[in-house]
């Protein structure tokens, strides 16, 4: 049988290297294709890898905890009776070989040396009972070797802060420990007298978490290449909140959120003006025929896009429950490969934060993307008189190379015809 090489996939566009989490399985057990292999920590998430032949996992090259770039060996998969040594001592000249660790003496590891600091020194934290955010029950469990779940960040602060990670209990999604838990945590074992001030510090230099790297590479390639412009509409949303109001009194059904409201009458007004639904390509425009949405989620270090696809082909019911699972793994770094990348458009939403409205950044190769405000009360003037009415804002940024004015107005006007009618999101 063939030997199949692991390789670290590139599992979303600005991937360059990834981190194994950790292997889900282990030298010498036997693997089909589509099993989990391992956990990926890239840019955007935590991706869980899959094996792409059958066989044994015959060898692990990059254990867990180490990163390595798109394209490295990372592991081999074969049968028992296959040689791979000569695959093994390729793969050995081009990495050189990673220190056996050190053994430990009988009578326990030794005692680190401890250097003065070069400058000013951070006060001894003596820790005799659990602090504010501490939990003696998860620095039990850290004795016997369980895993630490936390979020980049707050992994980097607390080696900045010199707080134990394995002595917090996390706040986040399944019990994550994220920014706030460590620098609670922080703040109770190092909190200084009230009148205490270190003179001279005015600030300190955070490093950049994946997230925020990766949106730090990409921006300049979206803002100043791109020829941006910007068309907004406001849009009556009265009937729409009232048929959000009545399908979410029904049992037995997903909630319908405003986001869900406006990616249907994307996808529908996508369809009428495939223009919009485009890419620009150097010497062509790519029309795309299926609404690949990409539904911007803020996450604690930075903002990821996690794309809702064939948004044409589903009901308001299955957007709604699509999208908050999408929403939820994303938040939870468990999206899969294949929800990091290809979307066709995008919608970025700050409603929930009170931004009455604002303009967005394309997200390229897309051609467009909607900024969404939030659904506000106001004063407006009717047949009948002056009277109160629910409003949005809307605003489509587009690519002038892919689009002109004319064409982003005519779909900002039937997208806000289909928001204004929106019986017709149901059919």
């Not at 994946?210 to 009937?239: G, L, W």
């Not at 699972?325 to 929800?339: F, S, V």
Request: hydrophobic letters at 45%; charged letters at 20%.
């Amino acid at each position: 049988m063939a030997v199949t090489k692991v390789v670290m996939p590139k599992l979303s566009e600005a991937m360059e290297s990834g981190k194994i989490i950790k292997w889900l399985k282990r030298e010498g057990d036997r693997v089909q294709g589509g099993d989990i292999l391992a956990e990926v920590e890239t840019d955007k998430a935590d991706v869980e890898m899959e094996a792409f032949g059958a066989g044994v996992l015959r060898k692990i090259i990059v254990p867990a905890g180490e990163k390595a770039p798109v394209g490295t060996l990372i592991g081999v998969i074969a049968e028992p009776g296959d040689d791979i040594s000569a695959l093994l001592a390729t793969e050995a000249q081009k990495t050189p070989l990673r220190p056996a660790p050190a053994p430990i003496p009988a009578g326990g590891p030794p005692a680190p040396s401890v250097q003065p600091a070069p400058s000013v020194a951070r006060p001894a934290a003596v820790v005799s009972a659990p602090a504010a955010g501490i939990s003696a029950p998860a620095a039990i469990a850290a004795q016997h070797g369980g895993r630490v779940k936390a979020s980049p960040l707050a992994r980097k602060i607390a080696a900045q802060s010199g707080v134990d990670l394995r002595l917090l209990q996390g706040s986040g999604p399944g019990g994550r420990i994220v920014r706030r838990d460590v620098e609670a945590a922080g703040a109770g074992v190092h909190a200084a007298p009230a009148a205490a001030s270190v003179p001279g510090v005015e600030y300190e230099d955070r490093p950049l978490t994946p997230i925020r790297a990766a949106i730090a590479r990409q921006m300049p390639m979206a803002k100043a290449p791109v020829p941006h412009f910007y068309v907004t509409s406001e849009v009556a949303m009265d009937r729409a909140s009232e048929l959000r109001e009545e399908l979410n009194a029904l049992e037995g059904q997903p909630k319908v959120s405003v986001n869900d409201l406006v990616v249907r009458a994307c996808a529908l007004t996508l369809m009428k003006h495939p223009g919009v639904n485009a890419s620009f390509q150097r010497d062509a425009i790519r029309v795309f025929h299926r609404a690949h949405i990409g539904i911007a989620v803020a996450l604690e270090d930075g903002l990821i896009t996690p794309v809702l696809r064939d948004c044409q082909a589903k009901s308001l019911a299955q957007i709604a429950a699509e999208s908050r699972d999408l929403a939820e793994r994303a938040r939870a770094r468990k999206l899969r490969a294949t929800e990091l990348s290809g979307a066709t458009f995008s919608i970025s939403n700050l409603g929930m934060f009170d931004v009455t409205e604002f303009s967005a950044i394309i997200n390229p190769p897309e051609g467009a993307i909607l900024a969404v405000g939030a659904v506000r009360r106001v004063p407006v003037v009717a047949d009948a008189g002056l009277g109160v009415g629910r409003r949005m804002s809307v605003t489509l940024s587009c690519d002038h190379r892919v689009m002109d004015g004319a064409m982003g107005a005519r779909f900002l006007q039937d997208l806000t015809r289909l928001l204004e009618e929106p019986l017709r999101l149901l059919v």
